[in-house]
């Protein structure tokens, strides 16, 4: 069971397969199969956080026997909660924190806890906001031997 304040594994998952990406040589395309294996993420799964990450314009794709993916944009212009927010949507600490609090939650006009959870969610999306995907590269993975395929195969 998931708890609210708890990374769901898409999550994690995205954010795995985005540092990888990251980690590589710029402007190589990588097979998901490889980012899968290296990242130890479930093949199926990653399939379908890709494609939504693609949908989330932070990811290119390739098709063919040279295929794969690789980031969009540098990883310097890409932060934490642009992947997390591609992946799931606006992220909110409590329900009473989303656009429609109010009908979310009966006592949101008396709640004493909305402050702290604005306050607590302000922080957390600050940090967020502010770490770039190029801040978690894994420097060993620059050094792997992985294909080009020319910008005009890729979209």
């Not at 980012?35 to 990653?46: G, K, N, Q, T, Y």
Request: overall charge neutral; some cysteine; proline content about 4%.
């Amino acid at each position: 069971m998931q708890h609210v304040l708890q990374v769901s594994r898409k999550i994690d998952y995205g954010l795995r397969a985005m540092i990888f990406l990251a980690s590589v040589a710029e402007g190589s395309v990588i097979p998901f199969r490889e980012i899968a294996r290296a990242m130890h993420i479930p093949e199926d799964f990653l399939a379908k956080i890709l494609k939504t990450l693609v949908d989330g314009s932070l990811v290119l794709s390739a098709r063919g026997s040279h295929g794969g993916y690789q980031l969009a944009r540098p990883s310097g212009e890409i932060s934490f909660l642009e992947i997390i927010e591609a992946i799931e949507g606006p992220v909110r600490m409590n329900v009473c924190l989303a656009d429609a609090g109010k009908e979310a939650c009966g006592l949101a006009d008396s709640c004493t806890m909305q402050t702290v959870w604005r306050q607590g969610q302000e922080r957390m999306l600050e940090v967020y906001r502010a770490t770039k995907l190029s801040e978690l590269v894994i420097p060993e993975m620059r050094r792997l031997s992985t294909l080009r395929v020319p910008q005009a195969a890729i979209g």
